[in-house]
């Protein structure tokens, strides 16, 4: 795990995570950590530095989504508000449905909606540009987000499910969350074998009988 913790990685024992097998036996030992190896990797970035600029980044696009989720909310009010020019001043039985639904139900539909679109590409918009401006940034995050996600999927616990929370490691901010996170992978992987001896047993007493 010392890769997560300096800018730069080499092959040697310290620097490997799976080269902590004589100081942490009762991790590396776990059936978790017995299936893909990582291959120690250069990066210009540190794993701290990684996840700092990832946390500013989404934040940043966050922010700049929230205007156009905005602009695209004032737009449809504006289309709704000619196109429907008397829609609270009608009558009961002016009123006609638009797809089964009341007018306002779905012209406020339509602003939610809008506004949603609006932020999604805000934000995509924003790291397409940020992209464009920061390429080799953009690379050496794009190279670390790679190498994180690999060793996320070689040390997941098996029985987790796409659902489940922290599937992607998304509480991870540091190195300190990541051996957390470890810990934790070997606690679900523990209970999922007893589980599964549990049952195995079972089926083994069954043919016997």
Do not use: H
């Amino acid at each position: 795990m010392a890769i997560l913790n300096r800018p730069y990685c080499d092959s040697s024992p310290e620097s490997d995570p799976d080269g902590l097998k004589e100081r942490s036996p009762t991790i590396v030992s776990s059936p978790l950590f017995s299936g893909q190896k990582i291959t120690p990797k250069r990066f210009q970035l540190s794993f701290e530095e990684f996840q700092q600029l990832r946390r500013k980044l989404r934040t940043k696009q966050k922010l700049a989504g929230l205007p156009i989720g905005v602009t695209f909310l004032l737009a449809s009010s504006t289309i709704t508000a000619y196109m429907f020019p008397n829609i609270f001043d009608a009558t009961p039985e002016q009123i006609e449905p638009i797809l089964g639904m009341d007018p306002i139900i779905f012209c406020g539909l339509c602003g939610v909606a809008s506004a949603g679109v609006g932020f999604a590409a805000g934000t995509v918009a924003f790291k397409s540009v940020w992209r464009l401006f920061n390429k080799d940034l953009a690379q050496n995050m794009q190279e670390r987000e790679a190498d994180f996600l690999e060793r996320v999927a070689a040390r997941r616990a098996s029985s987790n499910s796409k659902f489940e929370d922290d599937y992607y490691g998304e509480s991870i901010k540091n190195v300190s969350d990541y051996r957390q996170w470890l810990r934790e992978q070997q606690k679900k992987q523990n209970i999922t074998d007893k589980y599964e001896n549990k049952e195995q047993s079972k089926e083994l007493k069954t043919e016997a009988a």
